[in-house]
């Protein structure tokens, strides 16, 4: 009996919603939630319908805080991707929560965060995901580490040592001159090169001058004559002094 499209997808919906149905019945019971999944994972389903089936399956799993099982993290980071294909939001609403909860061991998660940031376009938020895994001790460092480089090459070739690929920008044009451009006169051929100087005639020599006469000399202006001698003033005879008698 052939079954038509509508009637196989409803059915698929009925089966997606039975085996929901039987996580929740399994809550805390780890081996037989993994098993459910993987049968899940093995039959042809829609990403949608796969991704209802992690989301109950996480729900049902009741992991601890800061629980570092790892086939809890491997069905977290397994959501993660899938709903990061299929919705951006819940995608980050789902990252945040398990953040809150304390459950962030898994490197996966971030490197998912990481390229639906990319994804959209904001490369920043991206390098903090990765950054703020290796801060917090995800597992294994070495794809963060990996990832970062990578982030830094996609976004800044110059700075990762790299030649960059893009296509080199074609130089800016020089801004125009609004000065009056300078008219030059059409230099003759032969007179491209200037003609060189004349040459410059020896200096005549300069007669020298006559020699100056000398001077003659002053005739001798004769001696004075010495005044005659004046003669010897006479010397006055002494005048005696009379002594009067005592009275």
């Not at 009925?14 to 149905?21: D, E, K, P, Q, T």
């Not at 939001?89 to 998912?112: L, V």
């Amino acid at each position: 009996m052939t079954v038509s499209g509508k009637t196989g997808k409803g059915a698929a919906a009925v089966a997606n919603m039975s085996l929901a149905s039987c996580l929740k019945g399994f809550a805390g019971n780890s081996s037989k939630i993994l098993s459910i999944v993987s049968k899940a994972e093995r039959s042809s389903r829609e990403k949608s319908e796969l991704s209802a089936i992690y989301a109950a399956a996480v729900e049902a799993y009741k992991a601890q805080q800061g629980t570092d099982d790892t086939a809890y993290r491997e069905l977290c980071a397994k959501h993660m991707r899938l709903l990061c294909e299929l919705n951006a939001n819940e995608a980050r609403e789902f990252h945040n929560r398990q953040r809150a909860f304390g459950i962030y061991g898994d490197a996966q998660m971030y490197e998912a965060r990481a390229m639906l940031e990319e994804r959209e376009g904001d490369v920043a938020k991206a390098m903090k995901m990765l950054n703020e895994g290796l801060r917090v001790g995800a597992h294994p460092t070495d794809l963060l580490h990996q990832r970062v480089a990578e982030l830094e090459r996609r976004t800044n070739p110059a700075a990762a040592g790299e030649p960059s690929k893009e296509c080199p920008e074609p130089p800016e044009p020089e801004p125009e001159s609004h000065e009056a451009p300078m008219e030059l006169e059409e230099v003759p051929a032969q007179q491209v090169h200037p003609p060189a100087a004349p040459a410059v005639p020896a200096v005549l020599a300069v007669p020298a001058a006559p020699a100056a006469p000398a001077a003659r000399a002053a005739p001798a202006v004769p001696a004075e004559r010495a005044a005659p001698a004046v003669p010897a003033a006479r010397v006055a005879p002494a005048v005696g002094v009379v002594a009067r008698p005592e009275s």
